[in-house]
């Protein structure tokens, strides 16, 4: 049996003493109050299991001490102690929520079997909690924001639970558009660091000659253009996380940099003389085979073992298929929400098409196709005429009609829905505006037509 810490609260100092010698002889912590006041300063101060309250007391009585406590500290259990001849005030108090009562005088005995029952209750009490957190993961079917029930994906889940309770540095791996960003941020948000700054740098969109005053900053007058003083993302990071995404794509003069600042968690802004420090914790992403890269000599070894101390690898989209319909509804009705559309159904048929395709561009591309379903849907139900996918020859069906059939009539439906506005249903289509209008033409597609 677990032991209890329990707050024995009596105005009669032989009583708390006798009531906290019994406890302390089977096992249990104790802490004594004389009056409603002194027990909710305790309360404040250290969790308890249990609160023994006697009902008469000067002051605050104990009905209004086990009023208070069931506001402020919903989970602490509340026995009332009450004189053999007011039973009538301990079953007042059972109603207000006393978890049970004990009358005066009363055996040691007797009080060690309530205690017995009640520490029972609260382990089944604390393992219903345990199990509505889970339920309620289960429901959203993942983290947060990040969704998924299929096996590779509760995989990625127990690796996420894992490494954000450690601080050191994590790798994500996997193809574009599988949620690695969203990982990365799940990490962060599990992690002690998550009231720290989450501070994400795309290294791939960065341009080398800049990248490196963007991760380090500079000083006042550090080149031409530099008229004040900026701190980097490296600084910014400090307390909390930096992603670094796309860090294939890092050149090797500036792998040698990170590499230095990352161990030393110090560094200099660009023109500066003095060293700054930051205490982050590192997280990168990359669509690369990093392998691959060092074999090439385009990523440096030490710099490979420093960033890629754990990896979580997320798997591609068509690796959990199972994951589609949940992600599906999801986007669908998260796009019904913002379009003002009623949408709210995939039609059996829509779903398998869904299922059956390939997504090389992943959960992105999903989420895409759901898009632009919602925007072209009439019937309030996605239907397989609805979906698009930018490289069809990728799903597993033969359909019925040609692509460039299908094609064709889906663009004439996106511009109807756009009231034959091109760059609108251009962006609706994914495509650039000449390639559209291009489309058109071969199709003869005009407002006319
Ligand atoms: N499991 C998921 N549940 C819900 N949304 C997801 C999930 N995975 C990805 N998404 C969504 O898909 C899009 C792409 O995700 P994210 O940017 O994290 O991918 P990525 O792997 O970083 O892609 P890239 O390699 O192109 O940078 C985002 O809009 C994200 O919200
Ligand atoms: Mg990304």
Known sequence: MSAFHILVVDDEEAMRESLAAWLQKAGHEVTMAAGGDGALEVLGQQPCDLALVDVKMPGMDGHELLRRIKEDHPRVMVVMITAYGSIESAVEAMK??????????????????????LVKQKEVMDEYHVMQAR????????????????????????????VAQTDTPVLISGETGTGKELVARAVHSRSLRTYGPFIAVNCGAIPEHLLESELFGHERGAFTGAVKTRLGRLEMANQGTLFLDEVGEIGLAMQVNLLRALEEKRFLRLGGQREVESDFRLICATHRNLDLLMEEGRIRSDFYYRINVITIRVPPLRERRDDVPLLAHHFLHQ???????????IAPEALRLLQDYAWPGNVRELKNVIERAVVVNRSGTVEGDDLTFLRAGETARSGAG??????????????????????????ILGIHRGTLTRRMKKYGLDKGS
């Not at 019904?336 to 949408?343: F, L, P, S, Y």
Request: aromatic share 8%; net charge negative; with cysteine.
């Open 96 to 117: 207000q929520g006393a978890n049970d009562y004990l009358l005066k005088p009363f055996d040691p005995e007797h009080l060690m079997l309530l205690i017995e029952k």
């Open 135 to 162: 339920l309620a993961e289960w429901d959203t079917g993942g983290f947060e924001d990040l969704l998924g029930r299929s096996l590779p994906m509760r995989e990625v889940f127990k690796q996420i639970e894992e």
């Open 335 to 345: 796009f019904a929400r913002e379009m003002g559309r009623r949408v709210d159904g």
């Open 402 to 427: 040609s692509l460039e059939e299908v094609e064709a009539g889906h663009i004439r439906k996106t511009l109807e829905t756009c009231g034959w506005n091109i760059s609108r249903a251009a962006r």
